[in-house]
């Protein structure tokens, strides 16, 4: 049997990341078994359901990469053969009319509430004659559950689940408006989407019971269900906007590299060993839902910021420089030349080493590609001093004068006049960072004078402390 995951996220809002990790899981478990993998966008609920959201969720699961292998299922354009098989179930018997009153559901409700119980329908239509209907109820269609009995679920990650059928009420399959529920809908299209494992959050599992009685009345095969532990704060309660970034547009506006994104989400609630770095293609091959976790995972920002540390250090030069451009671009408002991004490029080494995400990478290397004069930050404007100031304009007239613009060039020269005029090193180099770079934290300023080059070094500098050329 080949294996048939889906992600089928409703389009109410943003991605969440516990919608991203689910989506995450599915790929990686069709990616694992040479499966298939597959997107369903079930908007049936046309007053929040937005174009809005389906485009962010696109453009979510795109930027991590998780794309589906087909074309996209719209649920909204298949209710019509939701109603057949809700129809096919009234004509078996399975399924009957309820003409209960808005009045008559709220008496329920209020009297399970009085009695500490959950909302369960009671069933008062289920083998009533409908002649004895009121003519002004639209009525709904309800699924005839079975009473008696248990129903056993072996769940993939939670184990053997089991539930006494008598907990279990008759569900709405239509809405007196004659639309179909989430219930009948997700089963319908399931089936016919050839779905062979449902996997997805806990908080669904009350639904595969309810879920498994409509397979089973239709006789039709249930597919394997695997519900995943819920994604909560550091504190163990329900993640919120309080707890900092839940959407995926948040992580990829704070920097995140995707890849470490889905290695994050991936550690939330899975394990192999004592690994924590698990590159996509080793998360590929391991991944499988006997190592899922059953306990809640909870969100660690600081692991989130070491991964993609080490993932911006593995990334390709050129691949940062075109993440990090745009944000220069907006920050400096220019556009930058093929010479700027040749610059940081050349950067971009020593710049990636130091940073912990895509914006605190591109504000560490604006410096290399600001139009002169560079304006210093407050810091720095304290370290351009009448002394210094003179011994800046020393240290330009010394570089003018060198033919080899490496960086052991420039440390030996610096270094030889640091020793001739009895200076500690820090206090030539930190004037020279503020003079180069407009702040007091910076690469290695060998580093940064070779990147820059000798005109744009000297240039620099004189903008601070002008020279007599030797």
């Keep these: ?55 962010a969720i696109f453009d979510a699961l795109h930027w991590l990469e998780l794309d589906p292998d087909e074309e996209p299922v719209y649920q909204t354009s298949r209710m019509d053969r939701h109603v057949e098989v809700a129809k096919q179930l009234l004509a078996e018997g399975l399924a009957y009319h309820c003409y209960c009153t808005e009045a008559e559901l709220a008496d329920m409700r209020e009297t399970a509430k009085q009695q500490g119980k959950p909302m369960r329908y009671d069933g008062r239509w289920r083998d009533r004659d409908p002649s004895t209907a009121p003519q002004d109820v639209k009525p709904t269609v309800r699924f005839k559950a079975p009473f008696e009995g248990t129903t056993l679920i072996k769940d993939l990650i939670q184990g053997e689940v089991k539930v006494e059928n008598a907990q279990l009420d008759d569900m709405v399959l239509l809405r007196a408006d004659g639309t179909p529920t989430y219930m009948l809908s997700a089963v319908v299209d399931d089936h016919d989407m050839g779905v062979t494992h449902v996997i ?28 995943m532990s819920l994604i909560h704060a550091p504190d163990g309660s329900k993640l919120s906007k ?40 080793r998360a590929i091959e391991w991944f499988n839902l006997d190592a899922a976790g059953r306990s809640s995972a909870r969100v660690d920002m600081q692991k989130l910021e070491y991964l993609n540390g080490h993932y911006l250090r593995e990334a390709e030069d050129q691949r ?21 991004e040749a610059i940081l490029h050349r950067a971009m080494p020593g710049l990636k080493a ?82 180069l770079t407009g702040s007091t934290i910076s690469p290695g300023i060998f580093e940064v004078m070779a990147i820059l080059g000798k005109v744009e070094t000297l240039d620099r500098l004189r903008d601070v402390a002008p020279w007599d050329s030797l």
């Design 354 to 435: 130091r940073a912990k995400d895509l914006n605190e990478l591109a504000e560490h290397a604006t410096f290399y590609v600001c139009k002169r004069p560079i304006v210093p930050n407050e810091k720095a404007a304290k370290l351009l001093d009448d002394t210094t100031r003179a011994q800046i304009s020393n240290v330009g007239a010394r570089l003018e004068a060198l033919d080899s613009w490496t960086e052991d060039a420039l440390e030996a020269t610096i270094q030889e006049l640091v020793k001739a005029e009895d200076l500690k090193l820090g206090k030539v180099a930190q004037p020279l960072r503020a003079a």
């Design 242 to 281: 309080r707890h900092g970034a839940i959407g995926v547009a948040a992580y990829r506006e704070m920097g995140i590299l995707p890849e470490a994104l889905r290695n994050y989400l991936l550690r939330l609630g899975w394990s192999h060993g004592d690994d924590e770095i698990i590159p996509t293609a």
């Design 320 to 340: 940062l420089v075109g993440l990090i451009a745009p944000k220069i671009e907006g920050a400096l408002d220019q556009k930058l030349e093929n010479r700027d």
């Design 1 to 55: 049997m080949s294996v048939v995951t889906r992600f089928a996220p409703s389009p109410t809002g943003y991605l969440h990341i516990g919608g991203a990790r689910t989506a995450l899981f599915n790929w990686l478990y069709a990616r694992h078994h040479e499966g298939t993998f597959l997107l369903r966008i079930e908007d049936t609920d046309r007053l929040r359901s937005t174009k809005e959201a389906i485009d």
């Design 200 to 227: 997805r959050g806990d908080d669904h599992l009350t639904n595969a019971f309810r879920q498994t009685h409509l397979y089973r009345a239709l006789s039709w095969a249930v597919p394997a269900f695997a519900h």
